[in-house]
């Protein structure tokens, strides 16, 4: 039986490094302004008189901000769900994974991040792009999940 395992340990793989978690003593508020309002194509930007209020982003994206990282996505083995080569996956250690959540594991010496499954007793890793058959994963392999994606910074240029 494949039990799913968080590692804790810093690991570089294909010039891929997985930053630390955030540790709380590094935790400053920087407030962003937070415009409620919508914004059609041509409206010019809100003024202050328009502002709600401020937003700290790492309140709003970092649920457990001690067991956090950040991961930098290359391939497009997930083009599907919107992750693109270049994007920033926020991944939490915390959270327990679930079958369908999409996670970060290492499976033989690989790290990937995959939809994960279950199917006849057996967990698959599963691509969003059929171009990548899934990845059965058996008693032989070495496997864990290092953590669950929370979000996805992608950006437009």
């Keep these: 039986m494949t039990y799913f395992v968080l590692s804790t340990s810093p690991y570089v793989t294909n010039g891929i490094q997985i930053l630390p978690p955030l540790r709380e003593s590094s935790k400053r508020a920087n407030f962003i302004p937070l415009f409620l309002s919508r914004v059609q194509a041509g409206f010019p930007f809100p003024t202050d008189e328009y502002c709600e209020g401020k937003i700290d982003l790492n309140e709003y994206l970092l649920l457990h901000k001690a067991s956090t990282f950040f991961l930098r996505v290359t391939g497009d083995s997930m083009t599907e769900k919107g992750i693109f080569p270049g994007d920033m996956l926020i991944v939490d250690r915390s959270l327990a994974p679930s079958y369908g959540r999409l996670v970060v ?53």
């Design 105 to 157: 594991a290492l499976f033989n010496g690989e790290i990937s991040v995959k939809r994960i499954e279950k199917l006849n007793n057996r967990i698959l890793l599963c691509s969003e792009n059929d171009c990548y058959p899934d990845i059965k994963v058996s008693n032989k392999d070495n496997f864990s999940i290092w953590g669950v994606v929370t979000n996805v910074i992608h950006p437009l240029t």
